[in-house]
């Protein structure tokens, strides 16, 4: 019988990295739902639409074929209309897509089943906003992985500076403070813990310390 680990958490908190490296670590397929929203965007934004034109969205929904596979390392491709557009759904443009998308209730019922498969065939470890609330309640264990804002906005700017981009760390904050309470006030499958959860926080730890964190609480579920 196949295990499913679901990682929830805020914007910034790390739960894709996180939840890689954990994932190969024990052998699993890591999930990245956030994928499947970016292909969504994408197939909008290649039709022209805007996140204003719902209706039109819905409508697409019923005109393209996502789906996800592996390659031989494991590693996830998202496939949009048979192609692999998995680097094609990673420019700021998608994201903005990508989060207006995820509020359409046929978005994520379009999407939902294809998670749950997933988890039924593969062990896995999925990462989002309502995977242990949503999409697998019945999931082996459920995290909620967290962080200060101010933690999650300071690895948000690092990221950015390395990048060459010329942000202040107060903007930064602001959106992730804003992120916070749309994610978690939306009608939609908000963002919260499952009642279940483990909760982890990862303030002013390092990448390795997380990972070896989260390993130690999936061991002793699994």
């Not at 990295?17 to 956030?34: C, H, P, Q, S």
């Not at 996140?51 to 996800?68: C, G, H, R, Y």
């Not at 060459?164 to 939306?186: I, P």
């Amino acid at each position: 019988m196949s295990v499913a680990i679901a990682i929830d958490g805020p914007a910034g908190a790390g739960k894709s990295t996180i939840a890689r490296l954990a994932a190969k670590e024990l052998g699993f397929i890591y999930v990245d739902t956030g994928a499947l929203y970016r292909t969504i965007g994408l197939a909008a934004s290649r039709r022209g639409l805007s996140a204003e034109d719902k209706s039109q969205i819905i409508t697409m929904l019923d005109e393209i074929k996502v789906e996800l596979s592996f390659n031989d390392k494991g590693e996830q491709i998202v496939l949009l209309d048979n192609e692999d557009v998995s680097g094609l759904i990673r420019t700021p443009e998608i994201s903005m897509m990508a989060s207006a998308v995820s509020a359409i209730p046929e978005v994520r019922a379009f999407l939902l089943n294809l998670q749950r498969d997933m988890s039924h065939t593969n062990n896995v470890i999925m990462d989002g906003r309502d995977i242990g609330t949503v999409v697998l309640p019945d999931a082996k264990l459920k995290i909620f992985l967290s962080a200060s804002p101010e933690c999650r906005a300071r690895r948000r700017y690092d990221e950015l500076i390395e990048k060459g981009m010329d942000v202040k760390y107060e903007d930064v904050l602001n959106d992730v403070v804003a992120r916070d309470y749309a994610d978690s006030h939306r009608d939609i499958s908000p963002l919260k813990p499952a009642e279940d959860a483990v909760m982890v926080d990862t303030s002013g730890e390092d990448l390795e310390t997380s990972v070896n964190k989260l390993l130690s609480i999936m061991r002793e579920y699994i």
